[in-house]
């Protein structure tokens, strides 16, 4: 599982409301991102970073923001959240062999 | 858009038997990946198949590749009732610093 872990498991929160989820790796690899998980769409990448300080946009960017001030956390916000943001949210890093390890997920409800 | 599309959308088989399932995919790409979810569990990575590779094996599972058809397929053989799960073909494309996920296939493996 390459030592990921994402907090909180699960929010509830209100729209409207800022909500921001945190990865946390603990093997200093430099490419992190996140996705979303939505039935009937797979998983789609938001953000990803391929080191401190640098990220980039991923398919369904909008109304996300992210930021890795260092190696092992990187954060995405949600800077005002809406419903049709409720999803699972998945962290994953990219390995020595170009595989990409995810972490437990995020379940995020907005009402 | 996503890359791959996963067929068929769900399958259900007796324990015992093969499961085939197929992705399709648009570019050219790096290698291409098969991960393994669990209802309401995060993603495991199941094999990864380079762009100049044909077949990989590994267990019970083998993974063919063929770029000039843009698709893959996953076999697993003799099934097993903790097979079920949904299962991923991720593409690495060419030029890309992200995978692009199909819609998976939902396995059902009955005892």
């Known amino acids: 599982d390459a030592g990921i872990t994402q907090s909180p498991r699960h929010k509830v929160t209100e729209t409207g409301t800022p909500v921001t989820l945190r990865c946390h790796q603990t093997?200093?690899?430099?490419?992190m991102y996140w996705y979303r998980q939505d039935p009937g769409h797979g998983l789609r990448l938001i953000h990803y970073s391929y080191g401190v300080k640098d990220t980039d946009k991923g398919e369904v960017s909008d109304g996300y923001s992210v930021s890795r001030s260092k190696t092992e956390d990187f954060l995405l916000t949600l800077e005002s959240a809406t419903s049709s943001q409720t999803s699972v949210y998945f962290c994953a890093i990219r390995g020595r062999t170009d595989t990409q390890y995810f972490g437990p997920g995020t379940r995020l409800t907005v009402l | 858009s996503q890359q791959g599309e996963e067929d068929p959308q769900a399958l259900s088989i007796q324990e015992g038997e093969n499961a085939t399932m197929n992705c399709s995919y648009k570019?050219?790409?790096?290698?291409l990946q098969w991960y393994r979810q669990n209802s309401g569990r995060g993603l495991v990575h199941l094999i990864l198949?380079?762009?100049?590779?044909r077949e990989k094996h590994s267990g019970r599972l083998r993974v063919t590749l063929d770029t000039s058809k843009k698709s893959s397929s996953l076999l697993i053989t003799a099934s097993r009732a903790a097979d079920t799960a949904s299962y991923f073909c991720a593409t690495d494309a060419t030029g890309a610093n992200n995978l692009f996920f199909g819609t998976g296939t939902r396995l059902t493996v009955i005892p």
């Open positions: 570019t050219s790409i790096n290698n």
């Open positions: 093997e200093n690899h430099r490419y």
């Open positions: 198949i380079r762009s100049n590779e």
